[in-house]
């Protein structure tokens, strides 16, 4: 069974860091390109960044580049978001999604994000 | 302001046919596939539709997707009040460089 694990959210300060993990289970991991989603409260899904399977290639919504960085441990099946600098605005349900399988399509739980003083 | 333009809202009594349209670009529904989610908040989103109107096993047929040029559309029909939800259509852009997601459509069953 595929699953999809998030963790390291929580409170931080404007200007703070938190980093957020995904550990995946039940499929290759390696050969899977992989994204974070994220829902702000009372807005829509609203896509964060890629990372190809080698993690040697990485995009980034415009919200949120140049202070978060994508990352990924094959070998520890594990994705990574490094959020630096935080916004008020960066507060929301974070989803780590396997997206584009066409048709497995496999989401995590989410892990919340709270940016404020 | 999404990049993928979805009406706010959508309703209708059970029993009834209900569509909601999705607005693109050449960059995004004009050159990939569309996809089409329901989303009830704080839980995992569920693919509904793929590659523009395939639907994944154990979706019901109730629920059809199709396209043309820019712009996409996802109907349900014989409306049910558990299909009361968000629904929200995605695809690739290849100008962003990214996944692009509508602003999402809430489905209120009367």
């Known amino acids: 069974e595929v699953q999809l694990v998030e963790s390291g959210g929580g409170l931080a300060q404007p200007g703070g860091s938190l980093r957020l993990s995904c550990a995946a289970s039940?499929?290759?991991?390696?050969?899977?390109?992989m994204n974070w989603v994220r829902q702000a409260p009372g807005k829509g899904l609203e896509w964060v960044s890629y990372i190809s399977d080698s993690g040697s290639t990485v995009y980034y919504a415009d919200s949120v580049k140049g202070r978060f960085t994508g990352s990924r441990d094959n070998a520890k099946k594990s994705l990574y978001l490094q959020m630096n600098n935080l916004r008020a605005e960066d507060t929301a349900l974070y989803y780590c999604a396997r997206i584009g399988y066409d048709p497995d399509d496999y989401w995590g739980q989410g892990t919340l994000v709270t940016v404020s003083s | 302001q999404s990049v993928l333009t979805q009406p706010p809202s959508a309703s209708g009594t059970p029993g009834q046919r209900v569509t909601i349209s999705c607005s693109g670009s050449s960059s995004n529904i004009g050159s990939n596939y569309v996809y089409w989610y329901q989303h009830l908040p704080g839980t995992a989103p569920k693919l509904l539709i793929y590659r523009n109107n395939q639907r994944p096993s154990g979706v019901p047929d109730r629920f059809s997707g199709s396209k043309s040029g820019t712009s996409a559309s996802l109907a349900i029909s014989g409306l049910r009040s558990e299909d009361e939800a968000d629904y929200y259509c995605a695809g690739w852009d290849d100008r962003l460089s990214g996944w692009v997601f509508g602003g999402g459509t809430k489905l209120t069953v009367l």
């Open positions: 039940g499929f290759s991991f390696s050969n899977y390109e």
